[in-house]
């Protein structure tokens, strides 16, 4: 159980590379590493107790959304330089690996060959993808609607 557990470490070089791509400041590199290996185990918790992949991608977006927002607003700089790029490595890569070659599938079918069960599959996977993004972005934005700034 320990080992599955150290896989959410991998979260770190994945947000890392993404956080340099945005040209986030050196000083902020460590929090964007640290708020994405906090929100895939925050991802994996959930699963491991009974959520879905939605649920937890949820639950880990806000509390990646929560934590940038405070540490944003605590050293004077934009939430989403951290939270941006902690969330990108949990975009449902696979699922929508799985909805394309269900499709490719149907697409090498014979003619007349029942595709149904390939078809159901691709939706499924499709669905889950578009839900999981959904959950991002939601969890990612609702803290800053949440936490107004000051108009100072």
């Known amino acids: 159980m320990m080992n599955t557990w150290l896989l959410e470490l991998w979260a770190a070089p ?14 902020a ?10 929100g895939h185990a925050c991802r994996k918790l959930v ?3 009974g959520g879905d992949i939605v649920l937890a991608t949820l639950c880990a977006a806000l509390l ?3 934590v940038a927002e405070w540490w944003g607003a605590r050293h004077n700089e934009p939430s989403a330089i951290y939270a941006v790029s902690a969330a990108i490595p ?9 909805a394309v070659q269900g499709l490719l599938g149907l697409a090498r079918l014979p003619h007349g060959a029942d595709g149904s069960q390939l078809l159901v599959a691709a939706g499924v996977s499709g669905i889950t993808a578009c839900m999981v993004v ?18 100072d």
């Open 14 to 27: 994945a947000a890392l590379g993404f956080a340099l791509l945005f040209n986030v400041p050196p000083r």
């Open 29 to 38: 590199l460590w929090m964007c590493g640290a708020l994405a290996i906090v």
């Open 47 to 49: 699963m491991v107790y």
């Open 64 to 66: 990646i959304g929560l």
């Open 90 to 98: 949990m975009v449902p890569g696979t699922y929508m690996y799985k």
């Open 134 to 151: 959904i959950a991002l972005a939601f969890g990612v934005a609702a803290p800053l609607l949440l936490w107004p700034k000051s108009k």
